[in-house]
Nanobody
Framework: VQLQASGGGLVEPGGSLRLSCSPTGNIGGIWVRGWYRQAPGKERELVASITAGGDTNYADPVKGRFTISRDIRGNRLYLQMNSLQPEDTAVYYC??????????WGQGTLVTVSS
């Protein structure tokens, strides 16, 4: 089972994008889903996460601009990104952590914010 992330692209500063992530098969109960990003020359960092109960957590740089959500039925994960800035440029990865502790990573989708 793999995760497929999509929705990245080139956007001007101040623009918006919506990322999506979904599994290719059944991966059972998920404890927490999250979005991470890795900018060139930097380590991968957590952007936002959401638990099975709906509790959310955001990195300080994206608070108030990004919104994480999920579709339980389809096991899909979303990241609505508004007011994008050049420093948001990165490869964005989704990650699911199963109830049993297994981690699943998406392949990454590139977000480029540039005029």
């Amino acid at each position: 089972v793999q995760l497929q992330a999509s929705g990245g692209g080139l956007v001007e500063p101040g623009g918006s994008l919506r990322l999506s992530c979904s599994p290719t098969g059944n991966i059972g109960g998920i404890w927490v889903r999250g979005w991470y990003r890795q900018a060139p020359g930097k380590e991968r960092e957590l952007v936002a996460s959401i638990t099975a109960g709906g509790d959310t957590n955001y990195a300080d740089p994206v608070k108030g601009r990004f919104t994480i959500s999920r579709d339980i039925r389809g096991n899909r994960l979303y990241l609505q990104m508004n007011s994008l800035q050049p420093e948001d440029t990165a490869v964005y990865y989704c990650k699911y952590t199963a109830n049993g502790g297994q981690h699943y990573w998406g392949q990454g989708t590139l977000v480029t914010v540039s005029s």
